[in-house]
């Protein structure tokens, strides 16, 4: 069975700090792809990222960072300097090939004070 | 940008009655999904259609759904008698051959 556990519920920085929202996923399959999407105040799940199994190299676009650890069975998203857009909640998620249904974790939630 | 788009933003309807949530998903996508969210939870699979027909459906997913693809363009959902827990945010997704799959705005159901 495929599950995504997300420990953080609630996340809250000031702005400019560095934050990270921590995902662990479990599997049992070897190809298998893991998402990040991000659902602000107005409801919409904007997709951010997709990484494969196999490929383990972390990624960096402007200020989002996600560190993929196939050891670990993690993949943890970091915000750089934070601002008061970024809050919103943030959603991991797991397919497998082919296809199948997305299988979310339950969120963490991000609030940035100014 | 393609997007996926969903129709109405908001039903609000009484129990018992009958609900037809509407999407159009990107033009070049073949597969496509349901999910939904109550207030405060987690998103869950609803249901994913590929090739006209059904390919996969969660325990939730049971006689009072149905999903439709009427034309080449819209996807549909309906909700033959809504109940109270019916209540929740009903997003659709397609996705093309690369699994990665994109959502709707969503469609809010308020069932009084």
């Known amino acids: 069975a495929q599950k995504v556990t997300q420990a953080q519920t609630e996340i809250s920085v000031v702005e400019k700090e560095d934050v990270t929202l921590d995902c662990v996923y479990e599997?049992?399959?070897?190809?298998?792809?893991l998402f990040w999407y991000k659902q602000p105040p107005s409801g919409e799940l904007v997709f951010l990222i997709r990484?494969?199994?196999?490929?383990?190299q972390n990624e960096i676009s402007g200020r989002y960072s996600w560190n993929f650890q196939k050891s670990t069975s993690s993949f943890n998203f970091t915000i750089t300097a934070s601002q008061v857009v970024d809050s919103a909640v943030y959603f991991c998620?797991?397919?497998?090939?082919?296809?199948?249904?997305?299988?979310f974790g339950k969120g963490t939630r991000l609030s940035v004070i100014a | 940008e393609p997007e996926v788009t969903q129709t109405p933003s908001h039903q609000v309807t009484q129990m018992g009655q009958e609900v037809i949530l509407r999407c159009v998903p990107i033009?070049?996508?073949?597969?496509f999904y349901w999910y939904r969210q109550i207030l405060g939870q987690k998103v869950e699979f609803l249901v994913s259609?590929?090739?006209?027909?059904?390919?996969?459906k969660s325990e939730i997913f049971d006689d009072q759904f149905s999903v439709e693809r009427p034309d080449g363009s819209n996807f549909t959902l309906k909700i033959r008698s809504t109940k109270l827990e019916d209540s929740a945010m009903y997003f659709c997704?397609?996705?093309?051959?690369?699994?990665?799959?994109?959502f709707g705005p969503g469609t809010r159901l308020t069932v009084l």
């Open positions: 599997t049992r399959d070897t190809t298998y792809y």
């Open positions: 990484r494969n199994s196999f490929d383990e």
């Open positions: 997704a397609s996705a093309d051959h690369t699994d990665t799959q994109y």
């Open positions: 998620a797991l397919v497998n090939s082919g296809n199948t249904p997305l299988v």
């Open positions: 259609f590929y090739n006209n027909e059904i390919s996969e």
């Open positions: 033009s070049n996508h073949l597969y």
